[in-house]
């Protein structure tokens, strides 16, 4: 089955350490998406990435960092300056860009005290 | 930066009545795309609009592309238990870099 899997689906840290939040594809799709969701708001993008090689900040990716080294992977790291780091993230690819149809993972819901 | 206004907010509905919802702008979008999301899940696509006036259905779900462009509507006739959720619509503006732009949600509810 093709799909999208974001690993884990809760994660704890103390404040001051970094984190990386896994997130892997099997469809094929060239470009992937970081967001990140609030309680009651909609989805904010982080980055993005249209090709291996390849990432694009969002429109809050201060805090945050990615790789994008093979087409199947795009993993997220939330860094210690992230003010905020408490969040549900989900992870998003597309076949290409400028395809507007965008896929979930499951997300990870990270927990930072 | 653009935004989308979803309303309502959310809704109590009882099982088997019909749902309607929008999302609208000021801005004239190219594209439209409605998610549902499960509690502490991925949203999922439902629908997807590419063009003024489009009238799409899914299921009990039916969907349109407004024709100004500025805003779309999603319906759910005779309402389930699984329909309970979050739905959001996104769109895609001409000056948005072909990145969606999102509503804020609107939560499904539905009366015991």
């Known amino acids: 089955d093709g799909g999208i899997t974001q690993s884990p689906k809760y994660l704890f840290r103390k404040e001051g350490q970094n984190v990386t939040l896994s997130c892997e594809q099997n469809?094929?799709?060239?470009?992937m998406y970081w967001y990140r969701q609030d309680p009651g708001q909609g989805l904010r993008l982080i980055y993005y990435?249209?090709?291996?090689?390849?990432?694009q900040k969002g429109d809050i990716a201060e805090g945050y960092s990615v790789s994008r080294e093979k087409k199947e992977s795009f993993p997220l790291t939330v860094t210690s300056a992230q003010k905020n780091p408490t969040a549900f993230y989900l992870c998003?690819?597309?076949?290409?860009?400028?395809?507007?149809?965008?896929?979930f993972g499951p997300g990870t819901r990270l927990t930072v005290t | 930066g653009q935004q989308l206004n979803q309303s309502p907010q959310s809704m109590f509905i009882q099982e088997g009545e019909d749902v309607s919802m929008n999302c609208t702008s000021s801005s004239i979008f190219n594209t439209w795309l409605w998610y549902k999301q499960d509690p502490g899940e991925g949203p999922v696509l439902l629908i997807a609009?590419?063009?003024a006036g489009e009238l799409t259905s899914n299921g009990r779900l039916t969907a349109q592309f407004g024709i100004t462009r500025k805003d779309s509507f999603l319906n759910i006739s005779a309402s389930i238990p699984s329909d309970v959720g979050i739905y959001f619509c996104a769109g895609v503006h001409r000056d948005s870099n072909y990145q969606l732009i999102w509503g804020a949600g609107t939560k499904l509810i539905i009366k015991p």
């Open positions: 469809l094929n799709h060239d470009a």
């Open positions: 990435s249209q090709i291996v090689n390849d990432f």
């Open positions: 998003a690819s597309s076949i290409q860009e400028g395809a507007y149809e965008q896929y």
């Open positions: 609009l590419y063009k």
